[in-house]
């Protein structure tokens, strides 16, 4: 049984205090596993899709204003990928497990599963599994763990054993390779990596204002882009 917990925004708000409805940075360099060959340059990202209009999206697992910006807006990307209307790049960020105190680096573990599913081949998983953990931060009751993780990827649609790369680790080095060429470079409209999340549609940084009005304002963003 998956543990998908249902998103509650007060609770969320209420539970964690960032400036700027963002996660902002902290030091916090993970130890990482053992790495193994990957075709994934982690200055690159996760690419999904093929469409005209780019999107980049910097994110962390961890990031409680990173899950409700997916609630958001999460169905209209998916929707937008598939439908060929976006080429979306996901930059994993993993620092704010160490911000937050969270001992389980719960922001590598999880990027690290998403990373898996991208080399794997599994593209299609992606973003339904990126819902899931972001769905299924470190709460009250704990953290996920590794068997956790297995089966929101087998939830979200992946058919590849992830097993010994889960259980290993073996693409944390490249998430923090991720972290580390992105933390503090200027993106977008002149904005600085240096809060997650940050989206970017075709060069303009999205404002993310956890207002309500989020969903409906990238629609406009895309819409504008096209």
């Not at 990957?38 to 899709?49: C, K, P, R």
């Not at 922001?107 to 593209?123: C, I, K, P, Q, V």
């Not at 299609?124 to 299924?136: E, F, I, K, M, S």
């Not at 303009?204 to 096209?226: C, H, K, S, W």
Request: hydrophobic share 45%; with cysteine.
């Amino acid at each position: 049984m998956s543990r998908l917990r249902p998103l509650a925004l007060a609770a969320l708000v209420a539970s964690t205090v960032f400036a700027f409805t963002a996660c902002t940075t902290a030091p916090a360099p993970a130890d990482t596993a053992d790495t193994a060959p990957t075709s994934l340059v982690a200055a690159d990202g996760i690419v999904l899709g093929d469409g005209p209009i780019a999107i980049e999206l910097w994110t962390d697992t961890s990031c409680p204003h990173c899950a409700l910006l997916d609630e958001a807006t999460g169905d209209d990307i998916a929707a937008w990928v598939t439908d060929g209307t976006i080429t979306l790049t996901i930059h994993p960020m993993n620092y704010v497990s160490t911000k937050r105190g969270d001992t389980t680096d719960y922001s590598t573990r999880a990027a690290n599963l998403l990373a898996l599913t991208a080399d794997a081949g599994e593209l299609d998983a992606v973003l339904p599994l990126y819902t899931l953990l972001q769905a299924n931060q470190v709460d009250a009751d704990g953290a996920p763990t590794d068997a956790d993780l297995l089966e929101f990827a087998a939830e979200a649609g992946v058919t590849a054993d992830l097993t010994a790369g889960v259980e290993g680790r073996t693409m944390a080095e490249w998430v923090q390779e991720s972290n580390d060429h992105w933390l503090g470079k200027i993106v977008g409209s002149e904005s600085a990596v240096d809060h997650v999340p940050l989206l970017v549609v075709d060069g303009e940084t999205f404002d993310i204002r956890e207002d309500g009005t989020d969903g409906e304002r990238l629609r406009d963003a895309v819409t504008a882009a096209g």
